[in-house]
């Protein structure tokens, strides 16, 4: 080893040996000073805030990319359409043991696929009732159950509408159900049964006694509602087919068309 390089090890030693004895110096300066221990703590802090400053930034900024790349996906034209509704398509939907209203050999048959504790079908129900009425014989309805998941009294509001039926009951209840759709509870269930005379035992057993069978049966509905396309309630479809229809004469005038079809 040359000259040269012996004296830049031992700058290089002294210089490590000045810094671990600063360090030692300060660490000590700081024990005895109580001020600037005080100083160094509060630094520590701001740099922990900083940091933590930092992450959320950086999970802010995560988020608005995920925002732009939602809003991106959601204005493409695949999105558009996928998002189109189909009024042509005729989708197979079986009654199996569904409520139904009206002559069950009707040849034009509406179906609602419902949350009860949904404004919207609250307020289109009623047209509903009022063409099978307009129709006798010619038109029936079945109601499907399609609870959606933010609803937490619609499938309680559905089983009782199902146990008010074992006594005759259903649409009556289902109509009193739709009606109080923003304040529906046992209490509630309770009420409307009373009010419609039901026998309040057997009402109280039904429910307890089928509600498996209940659950099973609304889930059943649900997962019909995925198959044929259902995306909000009310959902209506007329022999099959999704109806645009949002009044009673558009309603009749749709099923008047079928029905001259059919002659």
């Not at 009310?234 to 009749?252: C, D, E, M």
Request: charged share 25%; with cysteine; hydrophobic share 40%.
């Amino acid at each position: 080893m040359n000259k040269k390089s012996l004296f830049a090890g031992l700058a290089i030693a002294a210089s490590a040996l000045i810094g671990i004895i600063i360090g030692i110096g300060i660490i000590g300066f700081q024990v005895k000073n109580p001020l600037f221990g005080e100083l160094f703590h509060q630094q520590k802090e701001i740099l922990l805030v900083q940091e933590k400053i930092e992450k959320r930034l950086r999970n802010i900024e995560k988020q608005g990319k995920d925002l732009q790349a939602a809003v991106k996906k959601l204005k493409s034209p695949q999105r558009e359409e996928q998002d189109e509704e189909d009024y042509q398509k005729v989708h197979e939907i079986p009654i199996d043991n569904s409520p139904l209203l009206g002559n069950k050999e009707a040849p034009v048959t509406i179906v609602e696929f419902i949350d009860i504790q949904c404004p919207f079908c609250a307020r289109f129900h009623p047209l509903v009732v009022e063409a099978v009425n307009a129709f006798p014989d010619k038109v029936k309805a079945v109601i499907k159950n399609y609870p959606l998941p933010f609803h937490e009294q619609a499938i309680p509001a559905a089983k009782a509408a199902l146990a008010a039926g074992e006594q005759g009951k259903y649409w009556e209840m289902l109509d009193g159900l739709l009606k109080n759709s923003s304040n529906l509870n046992k209490n509630e269930f309770n009420t409307l049964a009373k009010n419609l005379g039901l026998n309040m035992k057997k009402f109280q057993k039904d429910l307890k006694n089928n509600d498996t069978q209940w659950q099973e049966h609304i889930q059943k509905d649900i997962s019909l509602g995925n198959m044929v396309e259902v995306r909000g309630t009310p959902t209506i479809y007329i022999n099959g087919r999704k109806t645009k229809a949002r009044n009673i004469n558009s309603l009749k005038s749709e099923i008047e068309s079928i029905l001259k079809a059919i002659k």
